[in-house]
Protein backbone atom coordinates (compact mmCIF):
# COMPACT_ATOMS: atom_id res chain seq x y z
CA UNK A 1 0.00 0.00 0.00
CA UNK A 2 3.13 2.48 0.36
CA UNK A 3 2.79 3.47 -3.05
CA UNK A 4 -1.08 4.41 -2.84
CA UNK A 5 -0.35 6.64 -0.13
CA UNK A 6 2.54 8.66 -2.26
CA UNK A 7 0.17 9.09 -4.66
CA UNK A 8 -2.24 10.87 -1.83
CA UNK A 9 0.42 12.92 -0.51
CA UNK A 10 1.16 13.97 -4.12
CA UNK A 11 -2.71 14.48 -4.96
CA UNK A 12 -2.72 16.56 -1.34
CA UNK A 13 0.30 18.92 -2.31
CA UNK A 14 -1.21 19.92 -5.66
CA UNK A 15 -4.70 20.56 -4.33
CA UNK A 16 -2.76 22.89 -2.08
CA UNK A 17 -0.49 24.86 -4.10
CA UNK A 18 -3.79 25.58 -6.47
CA UNK A 19 -5.71 28.45 -6.28
CA UNK A 20 -9.99 27.93 -6.03
CA UNK A 21 -11.56 29.71 -8.82
CA UNK A 22 -15.10 29.42 -10.62
CA UNK A 23 -14.92 28.01 -13.90
CA UNK A 24 -15.86 30.70 -16.71
CA UNK A 25 -17.00 27.96 -18.80
CA UNK A 26 -18.90 25.76 -17.02
CA UNK A 27 -19.70 27.58 -13.45
CA UNK A 28 -18.13 25.08 -11.51
CA UNK A 29 -15.97 25.59 -8.31
CA UNK A 30 -12.39 24.05 -9.19
CA UNK A 31 -8.33 24.51 -8.76
CA UNK A 32 -5.93 26.19 -11.35
CA UNK A 33 -2.28 26.59 -10.77
CA UNK A 34 -2.36 30.55 -11.71
CA UNK A 35 -4.06 32.40 -14.45
CA UNK A 36 -4.56 29.53 -16.31
CA UNK A 37 -5.56 25.75 -15.75
CA UNK A 38 -8.05 22.81 -16.65
CA UNK A 39 -11.35 22.54 -14.52
CA UNK A 40 -11.78 19.42 -13.08
CA UNK A 41 -16.05 19.18 -13.65
CA UNK A 42 -15.89 19.96 -17.78
CA UNK A 43 -11.81 20.10 -18.66
CA UNK A 44 -12.15 23.29 -20.68
CA UNK A 45 -8.89 25.70 -19.93
CA UNK A 46 -9.68 28.23 -18.19
CA UNK A 47 -8.23 31.77 -18.28
CA UNK A 48 -8.85 34.15 -15.85
CA UNK A 49 -8.94 36.85 -17.27
CA UNK A 50 -12.15 35.90 -19.34
CA UNK A 51 -15.76 36.90 -19.25
CA UNK A 52 -17.33 34.50 -17.03
CA UNK A 53 -21.56 35.07 -18.49
CA UNK A 54 -20.92 31.58 -19.65
CA UNK A 55 -20.62 30.07 -16.49
CA UNK A 56 -22.97 31.96 -14.95
CA UNK A 57 -25.70 30.66 -17.40
CA UNK A 58 -25.04 27.58 -15.75
CA UNK A 59 -25.45 29.30 -11.76
CA UNK A 60 -29.09 27.45 -11.42
CA UNK A 61 -27.98 24.20 -12.45
CA UNK A 62 -24.52 23.73 -10.24
CA UNK A 63 -26.23 23.54 -7.13
CA UNK A 64 -28.49 20.47 -8.31
CA UNK A 65 -26.06 18.46 -9.66
CA UNK A 66 -25.88 16.21 -6.63
CA UNK A 67 -26.81 12.21 -6.66
CA UNK A 68 -29.86 13.09 -5.32
CA UNK A 69 -31.20 15.76 -7.68
CA UNK A 70 -30.73 14.27 -10.78
CA UNK A 71 -34.32 14.65 -12.30
CA UNK A 72 -34.76 18.58 -11.16
CA UNK A 73 -30.88 19.06 -12.97
CA UNK A 74 -31.96 17.32 -15.79
CA UNK A 75 -35.22 19.46 -16.12
CA UNK A 76 -32.95 22.80 -15.29
CA UNK A 77 -30.62 21.55 -18.11
CA UNK A 78 -33.32 21.28 -19.91
CA UNK A 79 -34.53 24.68 -20.11
CA UNK A 80 -31.27 25.55 -20.83
CA UNK A 81 -30.96 23.78 -24.46
CA UNK A 82 -32.37 26.35 -26.15
CA UNK A 83 -28.95 28.40 -25.10
CA UNK A 84 -26.90 26.26 -26.85
CA UNK A 85 -26.12 28.27 -29.82
CA UNK A 86 -22.43 28.27 -29.35
CA UNK A 87 -19.98 24.94 -29.36
CA UNK A 88 -18.59 25.52 -25.80
CA UNK A 89 -22.30 25.65 -24.47
CA UNK A 90 -23.55 22.67 -26.52
CA UNK A 91 -20.27 20.72 -24.73
CA UNK A 92 -20.62 22.04 -21.40
CA UNK A 93 -24.65 20.45 -21.82
CA UNK A 94 -22.94 17.41 -22.97
CA UNK A 95 -21.01 17.21 -20.12
CA UNK A 96 -23.86 17.86 -17.77
CA UNK A 97 -25.99 15.60 -19.66
CA UNK A 98 -23.09 12.98 -18.84
CA UNK A 99 -22.48 13.39 -15.27
CA UNK A 100 -26.51 13.16 -14.50
CA UNK A 101 -26.71 9.75 -16.71
CA UNK A 102 -23.85 8.44 -14.76
CA UNK A 103 -25.71 9.40 -11.19
CA UNK A 104 -28.78 7.79 -12.12
CA UNK A 105 -27.05 5.07 -13.31
CA UNK A 106 -24.82 4.96 -9.81
CA UNK A 107 -29.09 4.90 -8.28
CA UNK A 108 -29.45 1.85 -10.26
CA UNK A 109 -27.10 -0.16 -9.21
CA UNK A 110 -25.98 1.08 -5.60
CA UNK A 111 -29.22 1.74 -3.88
CA UNK A 112 -28.98 -1.70 -2.31
CA UNK A 113 -33.38 -1.33 -0.84
CA UNK A 114 -34.24 -0.25 -4.38
CA UNK A 115 -37.28 -2.31 -6.18
CA UNK A 116 -37.67 -3.79 -9.90
CA UNK A 117 -39.61 -1.23 -11.00
CA UNK A 118 -37.67 1.83 -8.84
CA UNK A 119 -34.34 0.21 -11.08
CA UNK A 120 -35.89 0.01 -14.59
CA UNK A 121 -36.90 3.50 -14.03
CA UNK A 122 -33.61 4.62 -13.06
CA UNK A 123 -32.32 2.12 -16.20
CA UNK A 124 -33.99 4.12 -18.81
CA UNK A 125 -33.60 7.91 -17.13
CA UNK A 126 -29.71 6.86 -17.38
CA UNK A 127 -30.34 5.94 -21.08
CA UNK A 128 -32.56 8.89 -22.06
CA UNK A 129 -29.49 11.47 -20.47
CA UNK A 130 -26.50 9.51 -22.01
CA UNK A 131 -28.71 10.13 -25.61
CA UNK A 132 -29.40 14.03 -24.06
CA UNK A 133 -25.21 14.26 -23.77
CA UNK A 134 -24.68 12.57 -27.06
CA UNK A 135 -27.00 14.94 -28.39
CA UNK A 136 -25.21 17.86 -27.17
CA UNK A 137 -21.36 16.77 -27.88
CA UNK A 138 -22.78 16.59 -31.63
CA UNK A 139 -24.51 19.81 -31.90
CA UNK A 140 -21.25 20.94 -30.46
CA UNK A 141 -19.37 19.64 -33.42
CA UNK A 142 -21.60 21.08 -36.05
CA UNK A 143 -21.27 23.99 -34.88
CA UNK A 144 -17.63 24.07 -34.86
CA UNK A 145 -17.69 22.87 -38.20
CA UNK A 146 -19.63 25.99 -39.65
CA UNK A 147 -16.83 28.10 -38.21
CA UNK A 148 -14.57 29.34 -40.61
CA UNK A 149 -11.54 29.81 -38.69
CA UNK A 150 -10.47 27.49 -35.62
CA UNK A 151 -8.59 29.12 -32.65
CA UNK A 152 -6.72 26.81 -30.57
CA UNK A 153 -10.05 27.43 -28.14
CA UNK A 154 -11.99 25.18 -30.45
CA UNK A 155 -9.66 23.28 -31.62
CA UNK A 156 -9.33 21.97 -28.00
CA UNK A 157 -13.12 21.83 -27.81
CA UNK A 158 -13.25 19.72 -31.18
CA UNK A 159 -10.54 17.58 -29.44
CA UNK A 160 -12.12 17.30 -26.28
CA UNK A 161 -15.74 16.59 -27.29
CA UNK A 162 -14.45 13.90 -29.81
CA UNK A 163 -12.52 12.65 -26.97
CA UNK A 164 -16.12 12.20 -24.61
CA UNK A 165 -17.74 10.80 -27.68
CA UNK A 166 -14.88 8.13 -27.48
CA UNK A 167 -14.13 9.34 -31.57
CA UNK A 168 -10.35 8.83 -31.07
CA UNK A 169 -9.55 9.05 -34.50
CA UNK A 170 -11.20 12.75 -34.81
CA UNK A 171 -10.09 13.44 -31.90
CA UNK A 172 -6.61 12.90 -33.29
CA UNK A 173 -6.84 14.94 -36.28
CA UNK A 174 -7.64 18.19 -34.26
CA UNK A 175 -4.87 17.62 -31.63
CA UNK A 176 -2.63 17.35 -34.86
CA UNK A 177 -3.64 21.02 -35.18
CA UNK A 178 -3.57 22.06 -32.34
CA UNK A 179 0.44 20.34 -31.70
CA UNK A 180 0.91 22.54 -34.87
CA UNK A 181 0.26 25.57 -33.37
CA UNK A 182 2.61 24.71 -30.52
CA UNK A 183 0.35 26.45 -27.39
CA UNK A 184 1.67 25.06 -24.13
CA UNK A 185 -1.52 25.21 -22.50
CA UNK A 186 -4.03 23.19 -24.80
CA UNK A 187 -0.99 20.99 -25.79
CA UNK A 188 0.01 19.49 -22.98
CA UNK A 189 -3.46 18.69 -21.65
CA UNK A 190 -4.28 17.42 -24.70
CA UNK A 191 -1.58 15.26 -25.46
CA UNK A 192 -2.19 13.45 -21.99
CA UNK A 193 -5.71 12.78 -22.20
CA UNK A 194 -4.56 11.51 -26.17
CA UNK A 195 -1.90 9.04 -24.96
CA UNK A 196 -3.84 7.70 -22.00
CA UNK A 197 -7.46 7.34 -24.08
CA UNK A 198 -5.36 6.00 -26.86
CA UNK A 199 -3.64 3.35 -24.28
CA UNK A 200 -0.02 4.32 -25.53
CA UNK A 201 2.29 1.86 -24.09
CA UNK A 202 4.19 5.22 -22.61
CA UNK A 203 1.10 7.29 -21.69
CA UNK A 204 2.62 7.60 -17.71
CA UNK A 205 5.43 10.02 -19.46
CA UNK A 206 2.62 12.45 -20.26
CA UNK A 207 0.71 11.96 -17.05
CA UNK A 208 3.50 12.66 -14.58
CA UNK A 209 4.00 16.37 -15.86
CA UNK A 210 1.01 17.34 -15.28
CA UNK A 211 0.65 16.51 -11.63
CA UNK A 212 1.65 19.80 -10.30
CA UNK A 213 -0.71 21.40 -12.90
CA UNK A 214 -3.68 19.49 -12.74
CA UNK A 215 -5.63 17.57 -10.46
CA UNK A 216 -7.14 15.54 -13.29
CA UNK A 217 -3.83 14.46 -14.03
CA UNK A 218 -4.50 11.89 -11.42
CA UNK A 219 -7.76 10.83 -12.44
CA UNK A 220 -6.01 10.16 -15.86
CA UNK A 221 -2.91 8.49 -13.87
CA UNK A 222 -5.72 5.65 -12.26
CA UNK A 223 -6.68 4.82 -16.00
CA UNK A 224 -3.32 4.42 -16.48
CA UNK A 225 -3.43 2.00 -13.93
CA UNK A 226 -6.24 0.15 -14.81
CA UNK A 227 -4.76 -0.09 -18.32
CA UNK A 228 -1.73 -1.92 -16.41
CA UNK A 229 -4.32 -3.78 -14.42
CA UNK A 230 -2.97 -2.17 -11.00
CA UNK A 231 -7.21 -2.00 -10.16
CA UNK A 232 -6.69 -1.51 -6.51
CA UNK A 233 -3.97 1.42 -6.94
CA UNK A 234 -6.43 3.04 -9.23
CA UNK A 235 -9.11 2.46 -6.69
CA UNK A 236 -7.28 4.29 -4.10
CA UNK A 237 -6.52 7.36 -6.07
CA UNK A 238 -10.08 7.60 -7.49
CA UNK A 239 -11.73 7.61 -4.46
CA UNK A 240 -9.82 9.86 -2.46
CA UNK A 241 -10.65 12.35 -5.47
CA UNK A 242 -13.72 11.78 -5.48
CA UNK A 243 -14.09 12.60 -1.56
CA UNK A 244 -12.08 15.36 -1.96
CA UNK A 245 -11.66 17.16 -5.23
CA UNK A 246 -14.77 18.43 -7.65
CA UNK A 247 -14.06 16.01 -10.13
CA UNK A 248 -17.22 14.01 -11.39
CA UNK A 249 -15.55 12.24 -14.19
CA UNK A 250 -14.08 10.14 -11.31
CA UNK A 251 -16.92 9.03 -9.79
CA UNK A 252 -18.29 7.61 -12.75
CA UNK A 253 -14.76 5.92 -13.12
CA UNK A 254 -14.44 4.76 -9.72
CA UNK A 255 -17.99 2.98 -9.97
CA UNK A 256 -16.97 1.26 -13.28
CA UNK A 257 -13.65 -0.35 -11.18
CA UNK A 258 -15.43 -1.35 -8.46
CA UNK A 259 -18.07 -3.48 -10.25
CA UNK A 260 -15.58 -4.63 -12.75
CA UNK A 261 -13.71 -5.51 -9.45
CA UNK A 262 -16.81 -7.01 -8.20
CA UNK A 263 -17.85 -8.80 -11.49
CA UNK A 264 -14.56 -10.52 -11.27
CA UNK A 265 -14.62 -11.76 -7.24
CA UNK A 266 -12.05 -10.26 -6.30
CA UNK A 267 -11.51 -8.57 -2.30
ZN1 LIG B 1 -15.64 23.97 -16.06
Do not use: H, W
Request: with cysteine.
Amino acid sequence: MASDSKYITLIKKTSQSLFPIICNNCGSKTLIPNNLGVCTVCELIIIKEESDSQGKLFETVIPLLTKNSVIEASKALDGLSKSATTPSISYILGVFYGILSDYAYFNLNYNGKGFMEENSSNKYLSLDLTSKSKEFFFRALKLISKLEQKGNDILYLEFMTNIKLGRIFYALNSLKALNANKTEAYCNYANMVYAVESKRKDSESFVKPMFSTSLNSFFYLSKVFTQKKKLEDAITILKFINENVNMPISYAYLIKLESMVAAAGFN
